[in-house]
DNA sequence: CCCATACTACGAATTTTATCGTAATAAATA
DNA sequence: TATTTATTACGATAAAATTCGTAGTATGGG
């Protein structure tokens, strides 16, 4: 029972929790600052889309002072895992392994994410 | 010069993608089949989606015969790139480590493919 | 107290994606 | 040849996502 819906992020929303994730929390001011960073988007519409955001409880929000500050309601681990299969699925015809090969062949990771990956695939060997 | 957009596949398009890949080529009955295994979903219905991936060029068909026969435009590979970067960058930060690692600690991978894994991490160490 | 400023709320328009019905056409078959 | 069947084309609708304008409201400075 209850609200345990499965809560799909759109991609603009994804961009959004970015945010949120980021700076742990954030009025829609910060938001805004923040994604027009990288992109054309006005004020209202940032707006909107958290309060969208809201109504679905991907974000939760303070509103005792004038200025709602929002956070994220879902973690970035539990979307991390729930994108990640889904991406394995779709793109990747179940194989798990086919995606950390296109990952790492392709985009440079630090040594120390290399030794921890390295560690993490000691432990899956011994199996 | 020359038609060379971003295509950007939806989550649809993906679907039929997959089975393009893997079967090489298909008529709009073969991907209504294969779809229809995992949902519910109308011949036409698979029909349109398949005539706009051919007007965005996500696909090629041969029209000499009635059923046209439909092949994918856009590499697997060359996919998985595209979207793994954007979500390396959207939901990882920018660091393809998490995503590696996000992948192995959850997902099941075969031990060859950790044997596979383990050469091209080494390979990536030496340097 | 009044005004400028900074918000939120709300609704509307647009765009993108998905879905399917109907009509036209060609092919197969009875 | 006439009829059924398989197929494409096209348009309409619906649903989801995005975008922004306008109006109302509170707040703080003068």
């Known amino acids: 029972m209850g609200p345990n819906k499965i809560l799909k992020p759109t991609e603009g929303e994804l961009e959004i929790l970015q945010v949120l994730w980021e700076k742990g929390d954030a009025t ?12 054309d988007i ?4 940032a ?6 955001m809201y109504e679905k409880g991907l974000v939760t929000r303070d509103e005792s002072a004038k200025s ?7 973690s970035r681990e539990k979307t991390q895992k729930q994108l990640v299969g889904k991406m394995i699925n779709t793109l990747f015809a179940g194989s798990p392994g086919q995606l950390v090969m296109q990952a790492l062949g392709n ?4 040594s120390d994410e290399l030794e921890q990956i390295q560690k993490l695939l000691d432990n899956l060997k011994k199996k």
């Open 47 to 52: 707006l909107k889309l958290l309060q969208i």
């Open 68 to 74: 709602h500050i929002y956070k994220a309601a879902v």
């Open 28 to 39: 829609v001011r910060d938001v805004h600052e923040e994604l027009s960073r990288t992109k």
């Open 107 to 110: 985009h440079q990771a630090s």
């Open 42 to 45: 006005g004020y209202t519409t």
